[in-house]
């Protein structure tokens, strides 16, 4: 009887203790009512140097000063911003530089803004945030895309040796290196998130409307530090911050952490603890039977609390981790002496083999000379580069741009007409040029452009494709200004999206290697006579074994920004694998259903501005998609491209079907169901070395 009382006393602590930390917190926040300076609200966690320190969160940037009813933002001690609002729902605050005024055309920024400007806590990389860059021309640039406007640099500095200059204002979020007039240089950077608050445009007024608009900025990961120390993964559902905790079933382990919502540790735990139990009855050991039943039931316990997230795991953590830890694997320690020569020894040797076989197999650091003496086994036909000038007639029509070089009309001495690429100055490394030979050389499919030769002399590179003379895909879905092309049905819209995912299908699937493109856009989807649709441009392309890791190693993001998956920069959501091409091809996808950018400043109504959220609430709420001049079949057409699209966009990449999976759903006659809501906001973009099509920094 006196047993069981002081179990039931025992067991009644964590209850009092829960109660009086609440009690605590309660009397905490009581101290700390909420403010206004202005208009803006303060709150936790943000609170003004008057107030204790208690009130705000202890990270930099979250204290903030009232001055003259202006609410100033201080996140770093050289610089000062006009805080406009905070949204406590949404985790946002909209910061504007001070010196700025929409009203007056001459003002100019005191701050140059990148993602180094703010606390790492504060996270500006979402799709509505767009920089604009300022900019001088030694000469007049007559261009849509260039608004006259303030120099705000260091005129003494920089012209010393120039009478005069002519100062630009540029706004886009797909700004390359390549669109910067020659004789130009960008000086400062001020990102805006206009796109959500005013209606501006490219016009100098229109740059204006956004730059006073000001940028928003998320600071939900002030919330996430006890969540990411416990190895959790934090994010946003709705206006609530959560924090789940996963263990994947390939995961070693002795990699596994105790706090994790996974089977596989619940079985593992329980087995462990009936195991040890069974051992303390067949060893007689006094007074074990019920220290056995306490481990029991306090495992079985633990684990449905964490389950049904009764109790946050970060709770439990703090109360007990350490101590269930060291319990934990004590306990296991004992089932694996007794399986260790049946289990452990056999797998570690396959181990070690087999990550021997990955090194060897994966490493791709050959230079082009050692490349070309393995090409024989290669179909692409080498050229000279003298062949190469006779074939594009001493390249005198040029057809555009590709990544890394420009690309020429050429005519084979047999007939055909193939397009040249000459690899330019940028290309970043023979590695670029072994990666296009080495990937689109071995495949042969009807949806992939198809590789003929290629040329290598010293540091001319040359590649030869064939020629599809319908051009780039983009051509047909923006209907671009200057442009006379045919406009496609949604019918032929549909099918070359079925073209274009058989195509990225076979590359993941249909080869020894498995290929990754890492730029799927509609740039690099080309069309031949018929308007088939072939993936093209691997400038990017990685191979890997079909058989090997689920991720793939990358120093740095690859892709054009828009079309980038979420785990290129931003390392909770995922690794980076396949997934990244079904991500981007969803973006294309719905682009190609909208005919429009994704990100469209000019909307007619403020919600379309992005579209997928936008044709997401449209379908959620049981409404259609309207779709102009088109058919019932066409329709229906445009509304399975579009859930699709949405399937394909998901955040995590986990949720995105594979791409033989997304091949039968379009194909399929069925009704398709309409998958979760994509959230889609990184909180930092990696390091932009790498990359390709990303904004001026």
Known sequence: MSQNRSLSTISSIPILLLFLAVN??????????SSFCGNVKISYPFRLTTAPKSCGHDGPGFELDCRSNQTIWAPKSSTRYIVQAINYETYFIRVADPALNPA??????????????????????????????????????????????????????????????????????????????????????????????VRGGDSLKGIYDYLGYGVELSWYHAHCGDCERSDGYCGVEGSRITCKHYCKEDTPISQLSFKCESHLLVGLLFITVLISFRVLIHFEIVGMVTLGRILVTAAVLFCILIHFEIVGVVTLGKINYWGIIVGFYALIAFGALVALRFVIGFPILVGLVVRRWRRRHLAMDETIEEFLQGQNNLTPIKYTYSEIKKMTNNFNQR??????????????????????????????????????????????????????????????????YEYLPNGSLDRYIFNQQGLEVTALRYEKMFEIALGVARGIDYLHRGCEMQILHFDIKPHNILLDEKFNPKVSDFGLAQLYPSDGGSFVNLSAGRGTMGYMAPEMFYKNVGGVSYKADVYSFGMLLMEMAGRRKNVNPFAEEEGQIYFPSWVYEQLSSGKEVEVK?????????????????????????????????????????????????????????ADDHGTRGTPLL
């Open 24 to 33: 605590c917190l309660a009397q905490n926040n009581n101290n700390c009512a």
């Open 399 to 464: 057809l555009g741009e590709g990544a890394y070089g420009t690309v020429y009309k050429g005519k084979l001495r047999s007939g055909p007409y193939v397009a040249v690429k000459i690899m330019g100055q940028s290309m970043p490394s023979e590695q670029e040029f072994i990666s296009e030979v080495g990937t689109i050389g071995r495949i042969h499919h009807v949806n992939v452009v198809q590789l003929i030769g290629f040329s290598v002399e010293g540091s001319k590179c040359a590649l030869v």
């Open 629 to 685: 001049d088109a058919t019932d079949e066409e329709r229906r057409m445009v509304k399975k491209m579009v859930i699709v699209a949405l399937w394909c966009i998901q955040m995590k990449p986990s949720d995105r079907p594979p791409m033989n999976k997304l091949v039968e759903m379009l194909e399929s006659h069925a009704e398709l169901q309409l998958p979760p809501k994509p959230f889609m906001a990184p909180r930092e973009i």
């Open 104 to 197: 007056n055309f001459s003002s100019c920024p005191v701050y140059s803004n990148n993602y180094d400007s703010w606390p790492d806590i504060f996270s500006g990389f979402f799709d509505f945030n767009i920089p604009v860059s300022f900019m001088y021309c030694l000469s007049p640039v007559d261009s849509p895309n260039y608004a006259e406007g303030p120099f705000c640099g260091n005129m003494s500095g920089i012209f010393s040796n120039s009478s005069r200059i002519f100062s630009y204002l540029m706004l886009g979020k797909d700004v390359k290196v390549s669109d910067v007039e020659e004789g130009c240089s960008v000086y400062r950077v001020v990102w805006t998130s206009g796109l959500r608050g």
